[in-house]
């Protein structure tokens, strides 16, 4: 009689071809994701006693690995449309297949947000203990804090445009995703230089949230002895729309290197490989995004200088990672392991 461990081992070694093709048609941005996620598992287990909710953290990284290992594979049948597909199920199928391609997306926010749990995790007895070097870096680089002085010279007008600029970082984030899948021209999806556009702007968010857990700092709108004195912003939709997004989603202590500027320039780089002109007006944006970092307040003048060197990091290893098209990894996918 065949035991239980026997059976088990012979199912295993059934799966394994596909599992390990399944890692094999993994593209650049997937390996990044279940990275950073394991990297944050790693750093929730080894700092458990001061990182609230591990246990939370480590199940929904672990979950997150293995949705990523169970999604059907790019470039495979089940993209394919027919033309005997009711409109219902074609529509359905440009969903998913859209929502496959650009999943990365919508992890941003919960990357983002959890880093409140993780933020002094390897410094609980010295909370906050970066900042300090923040605020003299800008010091001797500027003779001042350039948050400060920049704000204080302005006036409500200039304050809403700031804002509005520290606002586009949504849209821009948004929309540079679109333009990098559909194109301009509408020729097909995904757009030429589409993954190389994505695998960059993750890259850049990642590269920045890493260091939130060891440089732990704040940005000069929560030091109360930096604030006091200064005028409180002006402006009618964008400073206030801000200020509310700021109090609901805000996490304090990940500030170095900023992930706004980070991101935005990493896409706006990523763009740049295949679409030149969009990347000149994205970058004229990012360009106004990163002064609004400063002007509103939120971030440190090094935070921004570190943003940008993180995005060109991260925009020269998303090109090299990204010179082999998904489609020549779904090639080598056996049979077994499409989903079609």
Same mark, same amino acid.
């Given at each position: 009689?065949?035991?239980?461990?026997?059976?088990?081992?012979?199912?295993?070694?059934?799966?394994?071809?596909?599992?390990?093709?399944?890692?094999?048609?993994?593209?650049?941005?997937?390996?990044?994701?279940?990275?950073?996620?394991?990297? =944050?598992?790693?750093?929730? =287990?080894?700092?458990?006693?001061?990182?609230?909710?591990?246990?939370?953290?480590?199940?929904?990284?672990?979950?997150?690995?293995?949705?990523?290992?169970?999604?059907?594979?790019?470039?495979?049948?089940?993209?394919?449309?027919?033309?005997?597909?009711?409109?219902?199920?074609?529509?359905?199928?440009?969903?998913?297949?859209?929502?496959?391609?650009? +999943?990365?997306?919508?992890?941003?926010?919960?990357?983002?947000?959890?880093?409140?749990?993780? =933020?002094?995790?390897?410094?609980?007895?010295?909370? +906050?203990?970066?900042?300090?070097?923040?605020?003299?870096?800008?010091?001797?680089?500027?003779?001042?804090?350039?948050?400060?002085?920049?704000?204080?010279?302005?006036?409500?007008?200039?304050?809403?445009?700031?804002?509005?600029? +520290?606002?586009?970082?949504?849209?821009?984030?948004?929309?540079?995703?679109?333009?990098?899948?559909?194109?301009?021209?509408?020729?097909?999806?995904?757009?030429?230089?589409?993954?190389?556009?994505?695998?960059?702007?993750?890259?850049?968010?990642?590269?920045?949230?890493?260091?939130?857990?060891?440089?732990?700092?704040?940005?000069?709108?929560?030091?109360?002895?930096?604030?006091?004195?200064?005028?409180?912003?002006?402006?009618?939709?964008?400073?206030?729309?801000?200020?509310?997004?700021?109090?609901?989603?805000?996490?304090?202590?990940?500030?170095?290197?900023?992930?706004?500027?980070?991101?935005?320039?990493?896409?706006?780089?990523?763009?740049?490989?295949?679409?030149?002109?969009?990347?000149?007006?994205?970058?004229?944006?990012?360009?106004?995004?990163?002064?609004?970092?400063?002007?509103?307040?939120?971030?440190?003048?090094?935070?921004?200088?570190?943003?940008?060197?993180?995005?060109?990091?991260?925009?020269?290893?998303?090109?090299?990672?990204?010179?082999?098209?998904?489609?020549?990894?779904?090639?080598?996918?056996?049979?077994?392991?499409?989903?079609?």
């Amino acid at each position: 009689m065949v035991s239980y461990f026997e059976r088990t081992i012979g199912r295993a070694a059934r799966e394994a071809p596909v599992l390990t093709a399944r890692f094999e048609v993994w593209t650049a941005v997937d390996w990044a994701i279940a990275l950073y996620a394991t990297y =944050v598992a790693v750093v929730a =287990v080894l700092f458990r006693e001061t990182v609230a909710q591990w246990p939370s953290l480590l199940v929904w990284h672990a979950a997150l690995v293995i949705a990523l290992l169970l999604m059907p594979p790019r470039g495979a049948a089940w993209e394919q449309t027919s033309a005997d597909d009711p409109a219902w199920r074609t529509w359905l199928r440009l969903t998913a297949r859209f929502l496959r391609y650009t +999943y990365p997306a919508l992890l941003l926010t919960p990357f983002f947000e959890e880093v409140a749990l993780t =933020v002094n995790a390897a410094s609980p007895g010295s909370p +906050y203990w970066f900042e300090s070097y923040l605020l003299a870096a800008d010091r001797a680089l500027f003779g001042g804090t350039p948050a400060v002085l920049l704000s204080q010279a302005g006036w409500p007008l200039l304050d809403e445009v700031m804002h509005a600029f +520290y606002f586009g970082y949504y849209p821009l984030i948004t929309f540079g995703i679109i333009v990098a899948w559909r194109g301009w021209d509408r020729r097909g999806t995904p757009g030429p230089g589409f993954h190389t556009a994505m695998t960059c702007m993750m890259l850049g968010f990642f590269l920045s949230y890493i260091w939130y857990p060891f440089l732990p700092a704040r940005g000069p709108w929560e030091h109360s002895e930096i604030m006091t004195g200064l005028r409180p912003f002006g402006g009618w939709v964008f400073t206030r729309v801000i200020e509310v997004i700021i109090a609901g989603a805000a996490v304090s202590g990940g500030c170095f290197p900023s992930a706004h500027v980070s991101g935005t320039w990493a896409l706006t780089f990523g763009l740049a490989f295949s679409r030149p002109r969009t990347a000149f007006w994205f970058g004229l944006f990012a360009l106004g995004l990163s002064v609004a970092c400063v002007y509103t307040r939120y971030h440190h003048a090094v935070d921004v200088f570190a943003g940008l060197t993180v995005a060109a990091v991260a925009a020269a290893a998303g090109y090299l990672l990204t010179r082999r098209a998904p489609s020549e990894r779904t090639a080598a996918l056996p049979a077994a392991a499409q989903i079609v």
